[in-house]
């Protein structure tokens, strides 16, 4: 079955560390999403590419890091630089082109020990 | 000034009832509006698109757009107690390149009452 794949479901940072999230998709998209969603408040976008080795800061990327080395693939590292990282973290992805809607895997929980 | 602004409820209606749901952006330019459904503890769920003026049916729901006043809405018709959950409005905001870069409001928890 097509999809986008989040792992781990649910992640736990200690103080000082680096976390990275794993998105996963196998729908051919040529664009791929990080958003973050905090209790009562709608999406936010931290990181989007278009194609692969490229990508772009959206309005919160302070404390994120990205990569995309390949199409499939566009994991999301939360530095310890990030102060306030306990929320649900969303991987999306989308076909190329401006008015593409875009679909979204299961999600991560990342909480502070 | 909010981009995309929601009432963020709850709206509570009865089973069999129609759900109204509604949605206003400021941008002028936007081309693209989605509905998405996301149940408590779940990602959203993409339920509908619409691109140009006019309603769009697709089941129980249909999308209303009128570019003109900038609002997008969302009817769910005969209402279940399934449909509890909240919708989330984006709006394509033009920006560089070819990503699709939505923008979302902060949605509108639905409440199907028995």
């Known amino acids: 079955d097509g999809g986008i794949t989040q792992s781990p479901k649910y992640l736990f940072r200690k103080e000082g560390q680096n976390v990275t999230l794993s998105c996963e998709q196998n729908?051919?998209?040529?664009?791929m999403y990080w958003y973050r969603q905090d209790p009562g408040q709608g999406l936010r976008l931290i990181y989007y590419s278009q194609i692969v080795n490229d990508f772009q800061k959206g309005d919160i990327a302070e404390g994120y890091s990205v990569s995309r080395e390949k199409k499939e693939s566009f994991p999301l590292t939360v530095t310890s630089a990030q102060k306030n990282p306990t929320a649900f973290y969303l991987c999306?992805?989308?076909?190329?082109?401006?008015?593409?809607?875009?679909?979204f895997g299961d999600g991560t929980r990342l909480s502070i020990l | 000034q909010k981009e995309v602004e929601q009432n963020s409820g709850p709206l509570s209606v009865p089973e069999g009832a129609i759900a109204s749901l509604n949605c206003t952006y400021s941008d002028r330019v936007s081309q693209s509006f989605f509905w998405y459904r996301q149940y408590s503890g779940k990602s959203p769920e993409l339920i509908m698109s619409?691109?140009?003026?006019g309603d769009k049916e697709d089941g129980r729901f249909t999308a209303q757009l009128n570019k003109a006043s900038q609002y997008v809405s969302l009817l769910i018709r005969d209402s279940q107690p399934s449909d509890s959950a909240t919708y989330l409005c984006?709006?394509?905001?033009?920006?560089?390149?070819?990503?699709?870069?939505?923008?979302f409001g902060t949605g509108t928890r639905l409440q199907v009452t028995l």
């Open positions: 619409i691109y140009s003026n």
């Open positions: 984006a709006v394509n905001i033009v920006g560089p390149g070819t990503a699709s870069k939505l923008t």
């Open positions: 729908l051919n998209h040529d664009a």
């Open positions: 999306a992805s989308s076909k190329a082109g401006g008015n593409q809607p875009q679909h």
